[in-house]
């Protein structure tokens, strides 16, 4: 019974903005037994996506400044706070855990977590002083002495920054900064591993009072380069830093005003000489909280081999395939489809209105083609911008909302479009092809065996189709299969509905689901997490689970994950898809989507 009145039960958060701050209280919304979670922000913030995020989660937003005590009081005693834990980083961070601990005894809160985040600096010498690091040990050591319930949270050094570009390991370069000789060990813990150990220390009444001790993984900076270099293949450029060079840089950076760049080589010179204070005993481990993420799980998904969307794909088109009965259905939701995509300043490369025989399209076709970053002749590598993924998933939403039952397929664009591959774009079609309904309308043979002729002296159709300066191909040219098939503006304007209704507008992306094979699956989650989004990535056996409060950045993951899945399945089964999808309306649909070869190649 005491254990469980030692229990937190009501908190208020501090920092929720943060990097860091956001994971934990977003780990605190997923954790059942808490009766509040309230969160301070300046009004400033409440706009921010992450903010809202939460107040959709369930925590309480309380709009002020938490540098005013008096006001930091009044929230804890109006709303029976029993613990604080606060994730305020950076100088502000001594002044408002003042405010806060002061506040906390005065309204008898039983626990006060500071941001203790990272090394021990408790075991730093008081005479040994260390941008940042030496102001939190003398506010720790005030708590220590306020005769405030705490409990201390230390990580050692966070995986996903000591081994990142700000803190010396770049690979696009391949290079590494090793401060020291790099072979002494330190702790590690991933911040998603701190996010989730905050909600099991919270429910944990054995760790008040108590210094907690938290860690993903031991491991030395020469260690470490050697794992990217093992994931890689490639030999990295490695330069060692002093404890004297480090200093030099640090006083450098400090006369130009660069703050984060002098906290940055100081705290690399804290990491060899306090020794203490970077290496956790393995007794010590606060172990209540599964799974941990090791260095090569973060590195793996760094590196995972993997086809890259944005250097594989420059487009995509969007068909509809019908009888001539819905043709009128058809060239109506095109229509509007077009318009709908080019009010999002979205770029329409071409609508496309064709009957029966136009290319691979055995019955009557309509078509958005959006070529949106088509490479410059002779380009072999480029890199597509992010945000046209995200034009594609608004694109597919409106069409899931509006295609009234009709086939609807999507494919990208990844050929040479400069030497008429049409095999190339055949292969976009037949492997990569995403589908609406379990059928496919296409005569994707088009493109592997394409009606040609072959050129000879007795062949004048052959020279007249090459004075018209068609293609060439296999020492023959395509015929134009194409031009009698196209429907006239006149024709389209006879065709095009006005008794239809108006179209329903995407108004939010609810989650996507995808459904494939175990090891696709591990590695689709590791590609999202790349990504460094936001996003939360459920992986279950053969399922992955997407979901984002940040409406923008999921529609360009979501974009993003369609292309992997496109070049990444194993073509001989089958990826299917679920997106979930909230109208203009509130009401909420489900719209399927499949990914399969159509047939084998001859």
Same mark, same amino acid.
């Given at each position: 019974?005491? *254990?469980?009145?030692?229990?937190?039960? @009501?908190?208020?958060?501090?920092?929720?903005?943060?990097?860091?701050?956001?994971?934990?209280?977003?780990?605190?919304?997923?954790?059942?037994?808490?009766?509040?979670?309230?969160?301070?922000?300046?009004?400033?913030?409440?706009?921010?996506?992450?903010?809202?995020?939460?107040?959709?989660?369930?925590?309480?937003?309380?709009?002020?400044?938490?540098?005013?005590?008096?006001?930091?009081?009044?929230?804890?005693?109006?709303?029976?706070?029993?613990?604080?834990?606060?994730?305020?980083?950076?100088?502000?961070?001594?002044?408002?855990?003042?405010?806060?601990?002061?506040?906390? !005894?005065?309204?008898?809160?039983? @626990?006060?977590?500071?941001?203790?985040?990272?090394?021990?600096?408790?075991?730093?010498?008081?005479?040994?002083?260390?941008?940042?690091?030496?102001?939190?040990?003398?506010?720790?050591?005030?708590?220590?002495?306020? +005769?405030?319930?705490?409990?201390?949270?230390?990580?050692?050094?966070?995986?996903?920054?000591?081994?990142?570009?700000?803190? *010396?390991?770049?690979?696009?370069?391949? %290079?590494?900064?090793?401060?020291?000789? *790099?072979?002494?060990?330190?702790?590690?813990?991933?911040?998603?591993?701190?996010?989730?150990? #905050?909600?099991?220390?919270?429910?944990?009444?054995?760790?008040?009072?108590?210094?907690?001790? &938290?860690?993903?993984?031991?491991?030395?900076?020469?260690?470490?380069?050697? %794992?990217?270099?093992?994931?890689?293949?490639?030999?990295?450029?490695?330069?060692?830093?002093?404890?004297?060079?480090?200093?030099?840089?640090?006083?450098?950076?400090?006369?130009?005003?660069? +703050?984060?760049?002098?906290?940055?080589?100081?705290?690399?010179?804290?990491? #060899?000489?306090?020794?203490?204070? $970077?290496?956790?005993?393995?007794?010590?481990?606060?172990?209540?909280?599964?799974? @941990?993420?090791? &260095?090569?799980?973060?590195?793996?998904?760094?590196?995972?081999?993997?086809?890259?969307?944005?250097?594989?794909?420059?487009?995509?088109?969007?068909?509809?395939?019908?009888?001539?009965?819905?043709?009128? =259905?058809?060239?109506?939701?095109? !229509?509007?489809?077009?318009? /709908?995509?080019?009010?999002?300043?979205? %770029?329409?490369?071409?609508?496309? /209105?064709?009957?029966?025989?136009?290319?691979?399209?055995?019955?009557?076709?309509?078509?958005?083609?959006?070529?949106? /970053?088509?490479? =410059?002749?002779?380009?072999?590598?480029?890199?597509?911008?992010?945000?046209?993924? @995200?034009?594609?998933?608004?694109?597919?939403?409106?069409?899931?909302?509006?295609?009234? *039952?009709?086939?609807?397929?999507?494919?990208?664009?990844?050929?040479?479009?400069?030497?008429?591959?049409?095999?190339?774009?055949?292969?976009?079609?037949?492997?990569?092809?995403?589908?609406?309904?379990?059928?496919?309308?296409?005569?994707?043979?088009?493109?592997?065996?394409?009606?040609? $002729?072959?050129?000879?002296?007795? +062949?004048?159709?052959?020279?007249?189709?090459?004075?018209?300066?068609?293609?060439?191909?296999?020492?023959?040219?395509?015929?134009?299969?194409? %031009?009698?098939?196209?429907?006239?503006?006149?024709?389209?304007?006879?065709?095009?509905?006005?008794?239809?209704?108006?179209?329903?507008?995407?108004? =939010?992306?609810?989650?996507?689901?995808?459904?494939? +094979?175990?090891?696709?699956?591990?590695?689709?989650?590791?590609?999202?997490?790349?990504?460094?989004?936001?996003?939360?990535?459920?992986?279950?056996?053969?399922?992955?689970?997407?979901?984002?409060?940040?409406?923008?950045?999921?529609?360009?993951?979501?974009?993003?994950?369609?292309?992997?899945?496109?070049?990444?399945?194993?073509?001989?089964?089958?990826?299917?898809?679920?997106?979930?999808?909230?109208?203009?309306?509130?009401?909420?649909?489900?719209?399927?989507?499949?990914?399969?070869? &159509?047939?084998?190649?001859?």
């Amino acid at each position: 019974i005491f *254990g469980l009145f030692l229990m937190s039960k @009501r908190l208020l958060v501090v920092g929720v903005t943060g990097h860091l701050g956001y994971k934990i209280a977003k780990a605190l919304t997923n954790e059942d037994g808490f009766e509040l979670l309230c969160a301070v922000v300046r009004p400033s913030s409440v706009g921010k996506v992450e903010v809202q995020d939460l107040s959709r989660c369930g925590f309480m937003l309380v709009e002020g400044d938490v540098t005013n005590e008096s006001f930091v009081l009044k929230v804890l005693e109006e709303n029976m706070i029993d613990t604080i834990v606060s994730v305020v980083r950076g100088p502000e961070l001594e002044a408002i855990e003042k405010v806060l601990m002061s506040a906390g !005894k005065q309204a008898g809160i039983a @626990r006060f977590i500071p941001s203790a985040f990272g090394t021990y600096s408790l075991a730093i010498p008081s005479d040994h002083h260390y941008l940042l690091v030496t102001e939190k040990a003398n506010e720790l050591r005030a708590i220590e002495n306020s +005769n405030l319930g705490y409990t201390m949270v230390f990580t050692g050094v966070f995986m996903d920054w000591a081994f990142s570009p700000d803190f *010396g390991f770049d690979i696009e370069s391949q %290079t590494a900064l090793l401060p020291g000789d *790099g072979d002494f060990k330190i702790t590690t813990t991933h911040t998603d591993d701190v996010a989730r150990a #905050i909600p099991k220390i919270l429910k944990d009444p054995s760790t008040i009072n108590k210094k907690v001790f &938290l860690s993903s993984q031991t491991v030395t900076f020469k260690e470490a380069v050697a %794992t990217f270099e093992e994931i890689s293949g490639k030999e990295w450029k490695k330069t060692f830093q002093s404890e004297s060079e480090l200093l030099e840089l640090k006083q450098q950076h400090e006369k130009t005003g660069n +703050n984060y760049q002098a906290f940055t080589a100081d705290y690399r010179r804290c990491l #060899i000489t306090e020794s203490r204070a $970077v290496l956790f005993e393995d007794s010590s481990i606060y172990d209540q909280y599964s799974p @941990r993420v090791t &260095l090569r799980d973060y590195v793996n998904c760094l590196y995972a081999s993997w086809v890259n969307p944005q250097t594989s794909m420059w487009g995509f088109h969007f068909h509809v395939d019908t009888n001539h009965e819905d043709l009128p =259905k058809s060239a109506t939701l095109n !229509k509007g489809w077009g318009d /709908y995509v080019r009010e999002k300043g979205i %770029t329409v490369t071409r609508e496309g /209105y064709y009957y029966p025989g136009y290319g691979p399209h055995a019955q009557c076709n309509t078509e958005l083609r959006m070529e949106l /970053y088509q490479p =410059k002749k002779g380009q072999k590598e480029w890199t597509v911008p992010r945000c046209h993924f @995200r034009d594609m998933t608004q694109t597919l939403l409106y069409g899931a909302l509006n295609s009234q *039952g009709l086939h609807v397929g999507l494919h990208p664009l990844s050929h040479d479009d400069y030497t008429d591959d049409l095999e190339g774009e055949g292969d976009d079609h037949n492997l990569r092809g995403v589908h609406f309904k379990e059928d496919s309308l296409w005569d994707v043979n088009f493109f592997y065996n394409p009606p040609f $002729v072959f050129i000879s002296d007795d +062949n004048p159709h052959s020279l007249e189709l090459v004075k018209k300066g068609l293609p060439q191909r296999n020492g023959g040219v395509l015929e134009d299969t194409r %031009t009698p098939h196209v429907i006239s503006e006149q024709e389209l304007n006879n065709l095009l509905l006005s008794d239809i209704p108006p179209p329903t507008l995407p108004k =939010k992306l609810l989650s996507v689901t995808v459904q494939s +094979n175990p090891e696709l699956s591990q590695l689709l989650g590791r590609y999202i997490w790349s990504l460094n989004s936001d996003c939360s990535v459920q992986v279950t056996g053969s399922t992955v689970i997407i979901e984002d409060h940040k409406q923008e950045e999921f529609e360009e993951v979501t974009g993003l994950v369609l292309v992997w899945l496109m070049f990444n399945r194993d073509l001989d089964q089958e990826v299917r898809l679920k997106l979930r999808i909230l109208d203009e309306n509130d009401e909420t649909m489900e719209q399927p989507l499949l990914l399969k070869t &159509l047939f084998k190649k001859m």
